[in-house]
């Protein structure tokens, strides 16, 4: 079964930097709409951020817009999540998912229920 795999976790300061990567072990996700999503303690899961396959379409959540980035290189079946500006808000276990119903489409869903693989995730910790 294909897996996804987040790495690049950790613990930073207020106003620094992180690039989260998330590896699929199946070339198929090259052509997946890839999600980002986090889960801070004792609140639900929530959308981060999602890239169509082509990268044509990036929808970013309005508590990240402008700080965070997300891009992918098909090539190497990985897709980004770059976070500047990091706030302790933003302190959250970060998981990456694929919409394998979105195949080949240049649209992407902000609804959590469309992604159905998912990451084991990687915390990442801001402090103040």
């Known amino acids: 079964q294909a897996q996804l795999v987040e790495s690049g976790g950790g613990l930073v300061q207020a106003g620094g930097s992180l690039t989260l990567s998330c590896a699929a072990s199946?070339?198929?996700?090259?052509?997946?709409?890839m999600g980002w999503f986090r889960q801070a303690p004792g609140k639900e899961r929530e959308f981060v951020g999602a890239?169509?396959?082509?990268?044509?379409?990036?929808v970013y959540a309005d508590s990240v817009k402008g700080r965070f980035t997300i891009s992918r290189d098909n090539a190497k079946n990985t897709v980004f999540l770059r976070m500047d500006s990091l706030k302790p808000e933003d302190t959250a276990v970060y998981y990456c998912?694929?919409?394998?119903?979105?195949?080949?489409?240049?649209?992407?869903?902000?609804?959590?229920?469309?992604?159905?693989?998912w990451g084991q995730g990687t915390q990442v910790t801001v402090s103040s």
């Open positions: 890239i169509s396959w082509s990268a044509q379409s990036i």
């Open positions: 199946d070339r198929s996700f090259s052509n997946i709409a």
């Open positions: 998912a694929a919409d394998t119903n979105n195949r080949g489409s240049y649209t992407v869903s902000v609804q959590i229920q469309r992604y159905e693989y």
